[in-house]
């Protein structure tokens, strides 16, 4: 094999992994809290509870076309790059591998343990999406075929985007509520687009929080984080 | 000493007690620096929303669980006292956490509840939420408390949110326990839905509020040197001492 044909295989075999760093975190998956153990079950659709999460379906459709709606669809897009860009406003900093290279690598990894921190519960669960079960369409229609496939509840994104909320507040303490109130609105989101109950992503933020005390107590973590620290110190003159 | 000297003394005590948060120059998670949980928390769902629908089947759930074990210990859970609620999170934990055994770990417990509390307080009090025991004129699991709290606001949920501070904490001191932490924690918010003092969406909002106290105590020099010398107080006493039952 020459080395054309090596470096073209390289890069087929790295794109097949796709967007998600599953390889790039502070912790393993087995390191990382089970939501099944500590979260209730999602309410089935004979629950009174139920109506809640379709009373959230219904509304979600009302705001797919706003500019609400827009947002929601931007913030469908699973990667560090995507999630972090839309707390720039909040956060008052451009977070970027070149701007910010210290917290950038952070919330990578970070990335990836929310995802391992969302895997077992999923997969335990395997709760249909909204959209599935009601065969309608979300207004995500190029996601649909990955996320019949992926369990409902909990919700990966609202993990994700709150966990981000939750460290980037820790960071710049000044910003709390307006970043507190980005990651709020990251999970609902999802909701919007129709791909996740409401409940899956209450469910979502609260499995971010016990990520975060997770990696709270990594020494690994607790490193980049003092990195990142002291990096923003640096960049907003403090 | 004579007996009304003692109860003098008692009296200071206790009014030094209830003074409880230190004013020095070092403490800096004054009220004003906590989050404001009312600028990214949703308002809760008002009696003629569908949504209030799921509260009160929430409401309906919990009195059917008033007269069960669980129904029992909810009404422990109600009595905010550390050592009370440190007694049910030692199972959890694996050892015995008392202002005996563990005094950092109390201190720092009652100090960031407390603190966390305000977070909460300026929600509670700008939505104004009547509990469900106020809103239905019906009884709780715990009547004597009932004319204390009948004023306050009930979203978000106060209890729901230190305990699930509480989880938190402890789940960082003790990693390797998470689990049965957390699951812990989710219980004591579910507590205030049985004894009637709380609907499930005050509880849902305390354990969201919860979350973003910690985050901003992690930012405070203070309380990183007070958590690490809990941590080492903690670590050092499950590698001493001999582990409680686990909790059921």
Redesign the interface.
């Known amino acids: 094999m020459n080395h054309t044909s090596t470096l073209l295989f390289l890069a087929m075999a790295l794109s097949i992994g796709g967007q998600e760093a599953r390889g790039d975190s502070f912790l393993t998956r087995d390191d990382m809290p089970n939501a099944v153990n500590y979260l209730p079950v999602y309410p089935y659709t004979d629950d009174t509870r139920y109506l809640d999460d379709w009373v959230q379906y219904s509304w979600g459709k009302t705001v797919r076309n706003t500019t609400r709606g827009q947002q929601a669809v931007a913030d469908a897009i699973y990667s560090v790059s995507s999630i972090s860009k839309g707390f720039n406003a909040a956060f008052g900093m451009t977070i970027s591998s070149s701007n910010t290279p210290e917290l950038y690598k952070l919330l990578t990894k970070a990335l990836g343990d929310c995802s391992n921190g969302t895997y077992v519960a999923k997969n335990y669960y395997m709760r249909k999406r909204p959209f599935d079960y009601y065969g309608e369409s979300s207004a995500t229609p190029n996601d649909e075929a990955s996320l019949r496939k992926n369990g409902s509840y909990p919700s990966g994104h609202t993990t994700a985007g709150w966990t981000f909320a939750l460290l980037l507040a820790e960071i710049n303490p000044a910003r709390q509520d307006t970043i507190l109130s980005r990651g709020y609105q990251y999970g609902q989101s999802r909701v919007i687009v129709g791909v996740h109950y409401q409940s899956d992503v209450t469910a979502g933020r609260l499995v971010a929080s016990a990520v975060v005390a997770r990696l709270h107590a990594d020494a690994a973590f607790m490193e980049q984080l003092k990195k990142a620290k002291a990096e923003f110190a640096a960049k907003s003159g403090m | 000493m004579k007996m009304s000297s003692l109860y003098c003394h008692l009296g200071s005590a206790l009014m030094l007690a209830a003074a409880s948060l230190p004013v020095c120059a070092e403490d800096i998670l004054s009220k004003n620096?906590m989050?404001?949980a009312a600028?990214?928390?949703?308002a809760p769902p008002d009696t003629s929303d569908?949504?209030f629908?799921?509260d009160?089947?929430?409401y309906h759930w919990g009195k059917s669980m008033r007269q069960t074990p669980r129904g029992e210990r909810a009404i422990k859970d109600a009595n905010f006292d550390i050592r009370f609620v440190f007694k049910g999170f030692s199972g959890a934990v694996g050892t015995e956490l008392t202002p005996e055994t563990t005094p950092k770990l109390c201190r720092l417990m009652t100090k960031y509840c407390k603190i966390a509390s305000y977070a909460a307080r300026r929600a509670k009090n700008e939505y104004g939420r009547k509990r469900p025991y106020v809103l239905f004129d019906e009884p709780t699991s715990v009547r004597k408390e009932e004319a204390y709290y009948y004023p306050t606001g009930s979203y978000p949920s106060g209890h729901a949110t230190a305990g699930?501070v509480i989880?938190?904490?402890l789940?960082?001191?003790c990693?390797e326990r998470?689990?049965?932490i957390?699951?812990y924690?989710?219980q004591f918010g579910q507590s205030r839905v049985i004894v009637g003092y709380h609907f499930q969406s005050d509880v849902?909002a305390g354990?969201?509020v919860?979350?973003?106290c910690?985050?901003?105590f992690?930012?405070d020099a203070t309380f990183c040197k007070e958590m690490a010398d809990a941590k080492a107080e903690v670590r050092h006493r499950l590698e001493t001492c001999q582990k409680t039952k686990p909790a059921q």
């Open positions: 620096q989050t404001q600028q990214f928390l949703p569908l949504r629908q799921s009160l089947a929430q699930w989880g938190l904490l789940s960082e001191i990693p998470q689990d049965t957390m699951s924690a989710w849902d354990r969201f919860a979350s973003s910690v985050a901003r992690h930012a």
